[in-house]
């Protein structure tokens, strides 16, 4: 960990992108305000022992900044896959409006058993990107919300159906 008063709100992103380079895992950059009302980043970045100094004389030379806080935690991971799937979006006649392999990140217990399915999101946005231009009028969240459900749906056997139907008019609540 390290804080930053010093650095135009550009710089951050590519800052992101050369510690990722350098072998972070995951770089989470807080917005925060410090004495004198001075703008502040707080940089969490996630590397292996192994990299800490490589990542901490980029930021002594990048930012000039003073040093570093090593934080131990023990950190839980679940396995996880990249699935390449075939999804399409047809119109209520059945014709494929737009049809391409999009990547699934597969997230499973110690079982190997599917727990998450999230869309990759450079997949999401082109897809998106194409789905718009074809008029359907579904969101990019709505996209990624039954692209994950049905991907999991593939993955996770669980052998129940959930249906969802409107209850009549006068059922209704109105907000």
């Known amino acids: 960990m390290t804080h ?11 800052l992101i992108d050369q510690l ?3 072998g972070a895992g995951n770089v989470h950059v807080i917005n925060a305000m410090t004495k004198k009302g001075r703008q502040e980043y707080i940089l969490l970045i996630d ?5 800490e100094y490589i ?15 090593r ?5 839980i991971s679940f ?3 990249i699935e390449t799937m075939k999804a399409s979006l047809t119109d209520e006649k059945g014709t494929v409006i737009w049809e391409d392999n999009i990547d699934i990140k597969l997230t499973k217990d110690g079982s190997g ?6 869309v990759e999101y450079e997949c999401l946005k082109a897809a ?10 579904i969101t990019f969240h709505e996209l990624r919300e039954r692209v994950e459900s049905n991907a999991l749906k593939c993955f996770k056997k669980t052998g129940f159906e959930i249906k969802v139907e409107p209850l009549p008019k006068s059922d209704k609540q109105e907000y």
């Open 20 to 22: 990722m380079k350098k």
């Open 113 to 118: 058993i599917p727990l998450a399915a999230r």
């Open 79 to 81: 396995r996880s896959s």
């Open 47 to 51: 590397t292996p022992e192994a990299n």
């Open 4 to 14: 930053i008063d010093n650095i135009n709100t550009d710089h951050v992103p590519y």
């Open 128 to 137: 998106a990107e194409s789905i718009e231009k074809a008029g359907s009028g």
């Open 71 to 75: 934080i131990n935690a023990d950190h």
């Open 55 to 69: 990542i901490s004389s980029y930021l002594a030379v990048e930012l000039g900044t003073l040093g570093i806080r």
